[in-house]
């Protein structure tokens, strides 16, 4: 389902919560409340699960989810990504994209050459990071996805161009 460009995740399940079949879910949404209003959701080899949200804890929310009647259970699922139909998302403005709308994307620099591809998008709570890869990339590099380093991005013609501080790209040769 990940490559499934129609849905997208929308969460992933920490572990257990408690005793009695809860689980820790940890929300990618704007909103992370709002990952309880895109129920049922599926995982990457196509179940689905109900999810009810009981309350918000430390990094995230409580949930009771269909199946899930005990701890041992709920620790099974334990790394589960959660993800929705495209269709059920609301619509994004232009300046913003869902995560894996990115990934994959050719990577160019503003002279027209092309750099890699943006590999993963990280957020550690500080805003977006790109890793990008390629060729001349040995481990990658990680940008920092602002408009000043990512001028434009063109996902119909599946490329980013990028303005990346001095040094961060290696120079031809």
């Known amino acids: 389902m990940t490559n499934n460009p129609e849905m997208i ?13 809860e ?4 929300s990618f949404c704007a909103d992370p409340a709002a990952i ?3 129920s049922p959701l ?5 179940k689905t699960y109900d999810l009810g949200i009981t309350r918000t804890i430390k990094g995230g929310f409580a949930a009771v989810i269909s199946g899930v009647d005990n701890k041992e259970d709920a620790d099974a699922l334990r790394s589960t990504r959660l993800y929705t139909a495209r269709e059920n998302l609301p619509s994004l403005p232009d300046d913003e994209f869902y995560h ?6 050719a990577v160019l620099d503003t002279g027209g050459q092309t750099v890699g591809q943006i590999k993963t998008v990280q957020n ?3 805003g977006d990071i790109l890793e990008i890869t390629g060729p001349k990339l040995k481990d990658g590099v990680l940008l920092t996805f602002t408009t000043e380093a990512v001028p434009t991005v063109d996902i ?3 490329r ?8 961060l790209i290696p120079a031809k040769e």
């Open 42 to 46: 599926s995982t990457e080899d196509g």
């Open 9 to 21: 995740c929308v969460g992933a399940i920490s572990g257990a919560f408690g005793v009695r079949g």
């Open 160 to 167: 980013i161009i990028i303005d990346p501080p001095e040094g």
């Open 36 to 38: 309880g209003d895109y």
């Open 100 to 105: 894996s709308d990115l990934i994959g994307l």
């Open 124 to 126: 550690h709570g500080a």
């Open 156 to 158: 119909a013609a599946g």
């Open 23 to 26: 689980v820790r879910i940890k």
